[in-house]
């Protein structure tokens, strides 16, 4: 199969290879029965707002339960990347948290000022910080992926998609519990437990709680300046617990209420140069300043349903939460010895509280319909701050000591206060659905959304000056306390300090209107397609300095396949899409003449993703187990002018602006594939179950710039932002006895240790990336009663 193809751009045209695809599994059904084997188990979905089953759903959506996850070693979602079409995760250095995209859409500003395009849920309830992907997954009911825009549903920054965790809740009347352990190597040592308490006949307790600990991958190169003892950068240490209270004091009532915290004590990440001096490995750097973080959320959450009559029911769900993050990030990572730039989160600090009320029909009538209204409110404030040094350093001599003396030496630092960045957002929907016949239905839907962003108070400031020199007065700002125009002069020399200033900005009120339409249609029994075409919104906003972006709308037109066959023995369920975008917004660093770095977001006019994903299960025998996806994608700027800062020198020059289009998106491989088998082997009293399971991609670039100017001298080429076609392998194999009371298992992740590179930057003039995790290899105990 080609990594290329060609799509007309029309919703009739993209209907042709999907009809074609039921008219073949429809054939397929009237064959013989394969062998006796076990369903496919299902699941259940929340994506309509109602609890609906996977193959039922009329979506592009992706779920696995629990014991799913734990059999591919998925406790987070960038463990979750193969296993779902179309999704990636980019990790950086800075705050503790990660990008992420579907469909080549997402968003790279992960400060107090970024939107992300993958909308992320825990119980139905928005997380607005990128940070809040990164959370555990631990004691879920199921995670479910919904690709494409949900413009109505869950429409606040969800144009690209949403990820909704749903925890497990308490089960009234049964008391019962489990544990787990996991050992690895590089020290990993990780815990769950779980107690569900039965209370009363009409009310249950579950509290869950994980740790996860593991030692850093990246090792520290000869002349780092490090402790004995320092943790190395990729360390992981991680905590979380969850207690849920459910109150069910009759048939028309119910409640459930939930505490949350986490914690994130790992050492954060940082880059590594893809062409490292010889005699080092891939995963190593000189590093001057050790990663350090300390991230913690508490979020209170809760939910009541009421049921009015026969046919109404009204929901409420509320929550509040805090995150509060502190790290410190070796920007430079060593790739030019005797330069130092450290970036610092000093502190930071985002609330956030949201409401949601909706009035549904029960009923068992032809008209299935659901209002409501949703509203969130966000306060958040960080002051961030780079230093920046640079020192004469003679080859071979010693450790790298980062301390400006000479008057040369370059010593200079930029802070970041923001005290008080506010959202403000309201939104009001609507969705019903009307079954004309038993085999067909169309559903209408729309959304009302009205955003506001404010920065009241923020300050940049620059100690002493860009490019100061010890013999200008340059020095560091270094950890602690304010920055002001006083401590600047009084602490850096008279006189010296610039730069600064209000950046108080307000973007108004912004309102836009999405909406869904679609038709349903079941061919046959256990077949079901649709058609449909709905859209999308995420706000304008704000950058450093004031800067502005507009808003960026989505249409999105879809056709769907969702089907079993042979006694629910396969299933097999396809996606053909295509999204229109008009104003994406892209976040890139921009370099200024003066050599201030600014995260600024800008418009790309138009672009246009063409795709089809499909998802396949197949049991041939009660032993054995197939399943996997499979991508295709085709994402393209249609007119995008910006400029390429790493290479340009003056983004203010129009000689510098470029139109990228024809240029691919980020993270969208032309082809994508990933396949698990099972086996079960009767052994004694139980069963022995090896799994395998295998990723292939092909070619990816990793920014919105596809070609990089070649210069042999510092090592680049035309492809030195591009990810070039890879496949990864994962193994386990398991013993459960069958009263399935434990089990064991042992794995290994990334079998053949391939080194992959999720995101590029160029840092101190080389092409440096942020890898995924090198091979790792353990084995995990739990019991259940």
């Known amino acids: 199969m080609t990594q290329q193809f060609a799509m007309k751009k029309t919703p009739l045209a993209l209907a042709c290879a999907l009809l074609a695809t039921s008219a073949a599994f429809a054939q397929e059904a009237a064959k013989p029965a394969a062998p006796e084997s076990d369903g496919i188990e299902r699941v259940t979905v929340t994506a309509t707002k109602r609890a609906t089953l996977l193959q039922d759903t009329p979506l592009a959506v992706t779920a696995f339960n629990q014991a799913t996850l734990d059999r591919a070693g998925v406790n987070n979602l960038a463990s979750l990347i193969d296993m779902v079409p179309s999704l990636k995760v980019e990790q950086h250095g800075d705050s503790g948290g990660v990008h992420v995209f579907m469909r080549g859409v997402g968003s790279t500003n992960h400060t107090e000022l970024g939107d992300p395009a993958v909308a992320f849920h825990v119980d139905g309830v928005y997380s607005p910080r990128p940070q809040g992907a990164t959370v555990l997954m631990y004691d879920l009911d199921h995670v479910e992926v919904a690709r494409g825009p949900q413009g109505t549903l869950s429409g606040r920054n969800a144009t690209a998609g949403s990820v909704n965790l749903e925890t497990a809740k308490p089960r009234l009347g049964k008391f019962s519990g489990a544990a787990s352990a996991v050992i690895g190597d590089y020290n990993h040592a990780g815990s769950q437990v779980m107690l569900n308490i039965p209370l009363t006949e009409t009310a249950a ?434 007119d995008f002018l910006t400029c390429d800062s790493d290479v340009a020198a003056d983004c203010s020059q129009q000689a510098n602006i470029v139109n990228l289009k024809g240029n691919k998106l980020p993270h969208t491989p032309g082809f994508s594939l990933t396949a698990a088998y099972e086996h079960d082997f009767a052994m004694g009293a139980g069963k022995l179950t090896p799994r395998v399971s295998v990723h292939y991609e092909g070619d990816s670039y990793l920014s919105q710039f596809n070609s990089t100017p070649v210069d042999a001298a510092r090592g680049w080429n035309a492809d030195s932002r591009k990810q070039k076609a890879y496949s990864t392998l994962d193994l386990s194999v398991r013993y459960e006895p069958l009263n399935k009371s434990y089990l064991v298992e042992g794995f290994v992740m990334n079998a053949t240790d391939k080194a992959v590179m999720t995101a590029v930057s160029l840092t101190q003039g080389v092409w440096a990336g942020f890898y995924n995790n090198p091979r790792t290899m353990g084995a995990r105990v739990s019991y259940k009663f």
């Open 205 to 638: 307790f579950r509290i869950a709680a994980i740790t996860d600990r593991h030692d850093g991958y990246i090792d520290f190169q000869p002349r780092s300046n490090v402790q004995p003892g320092t943790r190395k950068y990729m360390a992981g240490d991680q905590a979380g617990a969850r207690a849920t209270l459910l109150l069910a004091p009759n048939s028309d009532l119910d409640a459930t209420l939930a505490v949350e915290y986490y914690r994130d004590q790992g050492t954060g990440n940082i880059v590594l140069n893809p062409t490292p001096r010889p005699g080092q490995p891939l995963y190593s750097a000189l590093v001057d300043t050790p990663g350090s973080l300390d991230q913690n959320n508490i979020t209170y959450r809760g939910r009541v349903n009421y049921r009015l009559n026969d046919a109404l029911e009204t929901t409420y769900i509320g929550s509040w939460s805090r995150l509060k993050r502190t790290n410190a990030n070796d920007n430079d990572a060593g790739l030019n010895p005797g330069f130092k730039q450290e970036h610092r989160t000093e502190w930071s600090q985002f609330d956030n509280y949201t409401h949601e009320l909706q009035l549904k029909s029960t009923s068992d009538g032809p008209l299935q319909w659901i209002v409501g209204a949703f509203a969130i409110k966000e306060d958040n404030k960080i002051r961030f701050d780079i230093d920046i040094s640079q020192i004469g350093l003679p080859a071979g001599l010693g450790p790298i000591v980062v301390n400006p003396v000479k008057p040369t030496d370059v010593a200079w630092a930029m802070s970041f206060i923001q005290a008080k960045r506010e959202l403000n957002s309201k939104a009001a929907f609507a969705q019903g659905t009307y079954t004309l016949s038993k085999d067909l239905r169309v559903t209408a839907g729309g959304r009302y959304t009205v955003e506001r962003k404010t920065d009241v108070g923020g300050r940049n400031w620059v100690c002493p000056d860009f490019g100061a020199t010890v013999a200008t007065g340059g020095h560091l700002i270094g950890p602690g306390g304010p920055v002001t125009a006083a401590t600047c002069n009084s602490a850096y020399a008279p006189g010296t300090w610039s730069g600064g200033g209000a950046n108080d900005a307000d973007t108004g009120n912004e309102g836009s209107a999405t909406y869904l339409g679609r038709v349903e249609y079941n061919p046959m029994r256990d077949v079901m397609t649709y058609a449909s075409i709905s859209t999308g919104f995420k706000s304008g906003g704000l950058s450093d300095g004031g800067r502005r972006h507009k808003a960026e709308h989505v249409t999105n037109y879809e056709l769907g396949l969702k089907s079993e066959f042979l006694n629910r023995t396969v299933s097999f369920n396809a996606s053909l899409f295509m999204m229109k975008y008009k104003d994406m917004q892209v976040s890139a660093i921009e370099r200024q003449p003066n050599g201030q770095q600014q995260l600024v977001t800008s418009n790309a006019a138009r672009s246009t993703i063409n795709g089809l994903e499909t998802e396949f299960t197949w049991h041939p025998t009660r032993s054995d187990r197939i399943m996997g996806n499979a991508t295709l994608l085709d994402a393209k700027y249609d």
